[in-house]
């Protein structure tokens, strides 16, 4: 951390293991966004302590059979998630899927029976915070809401965040959690874009104090988020994580 930033995110190591699993609930929260459950013995124990943690899903095609090993899992068709919510005794895990094509995450999210196979690979890393920051940046489209909601959750309360999302019409009323202390600001894509809402912001917009920032979303918004972040707001490395969540096209 630099001398006048007194706090900033830290890299921890975690476990590599690959946990078989089970489809057990699907809750639709908005047309484009789902709420999936997946549980079993082997996620007993599960732990993804940072907030933008994120785990590999495996699903098994429909009549492919359980896999008897890692290696088997591996084969199938995967993408990243973000565990949102967990119970570590119980051994079940909840993820916020997008819905926005055909591609094997989001068909599985929508449309996968009850009891379909799944494999859970990770969290490898987190990214843990060090020191306690004065102010949060926290933006992204829906791959990002359930990090940005950890985000908000586990933040000292009353620790003032500012959040922009931008979503598809038909997510509008996406849940993002709400408190005094928090700004948040849905776009909606196609009347503006996040990278707009980006780009808008100058010098004078930057939270007071040590800022910790986090910014995924399409691998286009990165530079733009990098531009307002690092350039001119004058963040620190360490303070800052911004990440393309999926490429277009
Ligand atoms: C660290 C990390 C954490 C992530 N966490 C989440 C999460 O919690 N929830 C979540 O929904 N996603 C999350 N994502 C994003 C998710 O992994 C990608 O969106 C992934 O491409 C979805 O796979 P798919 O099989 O549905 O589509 P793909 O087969 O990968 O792509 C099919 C088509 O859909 C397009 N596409 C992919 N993603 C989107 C999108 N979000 N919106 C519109 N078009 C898209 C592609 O450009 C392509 O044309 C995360 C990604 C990373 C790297």
């Known amino acids: ?32 966004y789902v709420r999936i459950r997946v549980a079993g013995e082997a996620l007993v ?8 943690d ?4 495996f699903f098994a095609p429909a009549g492919a059979g359980v896999p ?11 993408r990243e998630y973000t565990p949102l919510n967990a119970d570590a005794r119980a051994g ?13 995450g989001s068909a599985w999210a929508a449309q996968a029976p009850i009891g379909a196979g799944v494999a859970v690979a990770g969290p490898r890393r987190s990214n843990a915070v ?22 908000l959750r586990a933040r000292r309360p009353g620790t003032p965040a500012r959040v922009i999302v931008e979503v598809a019409p038909e997510n509008e009323l996406i849940p993002i ?10 776009v909606v894509r196609g009347d503006r874009s996040l990278a707009d809402a980006l780009a808008a912001l100058g010098a004078d917009d930057r ?13 286009g918004v990165v530079p733009v988020a990098r531009d307002l972040l690092l350039d001119r707001w004058g963040l620190p490395a360490e303070a800052v994580i911004t990440k393309g969540y999926w490429r277009r096209d």
Do not use: C, K, N
């Open 1 to 32: 951390m630099t001398s006048t930033q007194t706090a900033g995110f830290e890299t921890v190591a975690l476990d590599t293991a690959l946990r078989p699993a089970e489809l057990v609930g699907r809750e639709w929260l908005t047309d484009g």
């Open 45 to 52: 124990g599960f732990s993804a302590p940072g907030a933008d």
């Open 54 to 57: 994120h785990v590999r899903l």
């Open 68 to 78: 008897g090993t890692a290696e088997e899992w591996r084969e199938f068709p995967s």
């Open 92 to 104: 079940w895990v909840e993820f916020d899927f997008v819905i926005h094509g055909d591609g094997p």
């Open 130 to 151: 060090a020191g306690e920051p004065d102010a949060w940046f926290l933006a992204g489209d829906e791959t990002a809401v359930p990090a940005i909601t950890r985000f």
């Open 177 to 186: 959690p709400a408190d005094p202390a928090s700004e948040v600001t849905v």
């Open 207 to 219: 939270p007071a104090g040590a800022v910790l920032g986090y910014v995924a979303a399409e691998a």
